[in-house]
Each structure stands twice: as C-alpha cells, then as structure tokens.
C-alpha cells in the first residue's frame, strides 16, 4: 500500500456478506489480489442474539463482515470486482458463502480506530 495517497482521491471498492467467523488475517490470506491496492479496511461482523419473552435466547441473524479497498486507478477496480465479484467461500459444514464485490456508494473510507 502506498503511504503518500489521499484517500479521498482513491476509487472505492467494498466486499460484502463476508462470513463472521472469518478473521481479518484469514480473510486476507485466503482472498489473495493480484492488483495494486493502495488502501484496505476490515470491519468485522458480529452475530446477533435476541430475548425472545424473557424465556428464550436464539441467533436471530448474522451480521456480514466488510472489507474496503482503494484504488488508484479506475481500471484497476474495475478489474478487481470483475474478478471477485461472486466469489464463494466455504466453511467447514460445506456452507456456501456467495461474496458481494461492489462500487462503494460512500465518498470516503470507515475511520481507523485500530490505533
């Protein structure tokens, strides 16, 4: 990644409906990109619970990680969601896991709180 480069000036990718149980490290050994990336940002999801009455706790859904990416190029997004773009995971039930890959509809990145 290139340290001299505005983020507002990058063209913005998101990846959508990553799994939760996927780290940021495993997500980005298994993902493997070939295109120059200048900027990348993990949020991890998290399963949701709910009290049913009092009486019952169950998994009402899961909330999807994301990763954003930056690009210098245009051409290089769009090369990157043309490839990625339905990219399946699998866990280890033989659960698949159909990756969204799209244009980011916001104009700047997620803030680091990682500091």
Do not use: C
């Not at 939760?20 to 619970?49: C, M, R, S, W």
């Not at 990145?109 to 990682?114: C, G, K, L, Q, S």
């Amino acid at each position: 990644m290139k340290e001299n480069i505005l983020p507002h000036k990058l063209h913005k990718a998101e990846v959508r409906r990553i799994p939760n149980f996927l780290t940021e490290e495993a997500f980005y050994q298994g993902f493997n990109i070939d295109l120059p990336i200048d900027y990348k940002y993990f949020v991890h999801g998290k399963a949701k619970y709910f009290i049913f009455l009092s009486i019952f706790l169950y998994r009402d859904r899961n909330d999807y990680s994301v990763a954003y990416y930056g690009f210098e190029l245009k051409e290089t997004m769009d090369a990157f969601i043309q490839k990625f773009n339905n990219f399946t995971i699998q866990d280890e039930k033989s659960k698949s896991y159909v990756l969204l890959v799209q244009r980011s509809i916001y104009p700047s990145f997620p803030i680091n709180r990682r500091k």
